[in-house]
């Protein structure tokens, strides 16, 4: 580890009062007072030190004027893709969108189908990613994920159901799906064979697949994440979306890369940029990215924050299913996100919200958001000190059922 850095993920640091989307947005509290955030996806960590000395060095220079992305971009996303992913990239298959990965989702959506056009996706599923179909104009066709067993025990309990992807995809001419991985909620980390049946599939009904990969690097101890491009048969027929965002609590940087082999694919996402006027880059964005997929120091962080969320995934976890009878949930293989089931509750929908809200002082993801059948479960962000995760645990004990 680096010597230069501690860690403290312990250090709790006040988010009320600094427009925090997580903390700071009343008409989620219904009016109650004293409400945890523990719903959207971002930590309650500082940055990496390092990253956050190199942007105050930028800021001293006082000059923040349009900035666009180096040679040395290119270098430290090739070599942290190789490192991390053993995955070769060419320097013409990266680009990046400022805006972020959902963004990025769209203006792809805009290139490689027309407005009408069926586009596929698994359900549960993170709402802007699917959503990004019907907000482009495009049908949204779906399929719900397998569960081996309800509630699930083990994150291994969730597949993809393969044969009703092929069936709808052959019925609604669907050629573009919408892929999430790390999945948001449920948290699979989909493997090698997994992928290659996926890949065997959308090569013979030539599918074009856009991969939300933006959980790629939280991840549980032994488990490897594979990016879509680099499985094989996919490297043309795939957009692979990564950014620092979840991996190093960067979401307010507000960036993202993009890697696309297919080179017509990547002249007309450039062309679509470019006709959005977003050929420039954010000034801190930019050196963020550079400084953390380069600087040792940034990566021990992220191995140890990876730590710290296992163990209050895994300490969630084990509370919830021994003390909250008819609630269920297991650790996830990747992101740091617990998808509980409340369906052994006599609780659903508006009612549970309220409840967990106005009774209990906790603000979590309605069920409803990654599918709208989903009443009977919440997403609850572990990404906090084990603090802040001891006292939501206390409260759901209180919980009426
Ligand atoms: C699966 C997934 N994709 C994308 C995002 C958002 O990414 P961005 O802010 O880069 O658009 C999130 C945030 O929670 C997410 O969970």
């Not at 312990?10 to 989620?28: A, G, L, M, Q």
């Not at 955030?37 to 940055?47: E, K, L, P, Q, Y």
Request: some cysteine; aromatic content about 10%; glycine content about 6%.
């Amino acid at each position: 580890m680096d010597k230069r850095y501690t860690f403290d993920f312990d250090e709790p640091v006040r988010r009320r009062h600094t427009n925090s989307f997580k903390w700071d947005i009343p008409e989620r509290h219904m009016g109650c007072e004293d409400v945890l955030g523990m719903w959207t996806a971002d930590m309650d960590f500082r940055s990496p030190q390092p990253m956050l000395d190199m942007l105050r060095k930028r800021l001293d220079h006082g000059v923040l004027g349009y900035t666009i992305r180096g040679e040395r971009y290119y270098e430290i996303i090739q070599n942290w893709v190789q490192r991390r992913y053993g995955w070769s990239l060419e320097k013409e298959d990266i680009h990046f969108c400022p805006p972020g990965v959902i963004p990025a989702v769209c203006m792809l959506l805009d290139v490689v189908t027309k407005p009408g056009d069926a586009v596929f996706a698994f359900m549960p599923n993170y709402d802007s990613l699917y959503g990004a179909a019907g907000s482009m104009g495009r049908r949204l066709v779906t399929a719900p994920l397998l569960l081996e067993r309800s509630p699930a025990k083990s994150c291994a309990d969730w597949h993809m159901d393969l044969e009703s992807f092929e069936r709808l995809a052959k019925e609604n001419d669907i050629h573009t799906m919408l892929f999430c991985s790390p999945h948001n909620p449920v948290g699979r980390v989909w493997r090698m064979d997994e992928l290659q049946a996926l890949a065997e599939i959308c090569r013979r009904l030539d599918i074009f697949v856009i991969s939300d990969e933006v959980h790629c690097d939280i991840l549980r101890e032994g488990v490897r994440h594979i990016p879509m491009g680099s499985v094989p048969g996919m490297e043309d027929r795939s957009a692979t979306l990564m950014s620092p965002n979840k991996s190093f609590n960067v979401a307010g940087l507000m960036t993202a890369s993009v890697f696309i082999h297919n080179r017509s694919v990547m002249a007309a996402f450039r062309r679509k940029l470019s006709s959005w006027a977003m050929t420039l880059d954010t000034v801190f964005g930019t050196l963020a990215v550079e400084e953390l997929y380069s600087d040792p120091a940034c990566e021990a962080w992220l191995e140890e924050v990876n730590r710290y969320l296992s163990g209050n995934l895994a300490y969630a976890a084990e509370t919830i299913n021994r003390s909250l009878p008819g609630v269920s949930t297991y650790v996830p293989e990747g992101t740091y996100l617990l998808w509980l089931d409340f369906s052994g509750t006599q609780l659903r929908g508006d009612a549970l919200c309220r409840h967990l809200v106005c009774d209990l002082g906790l603000d979590l993801c309605d069920g409803r958001e990654f599918d709208p059948s989903k009443d009977d479960h919440m997403r609850l962000n572990c990404a906090c000190t084990r603090a802040t995760l001891e006292e939501a645990m206390r409260r759901l004990q209180r919980s009426r059922r």
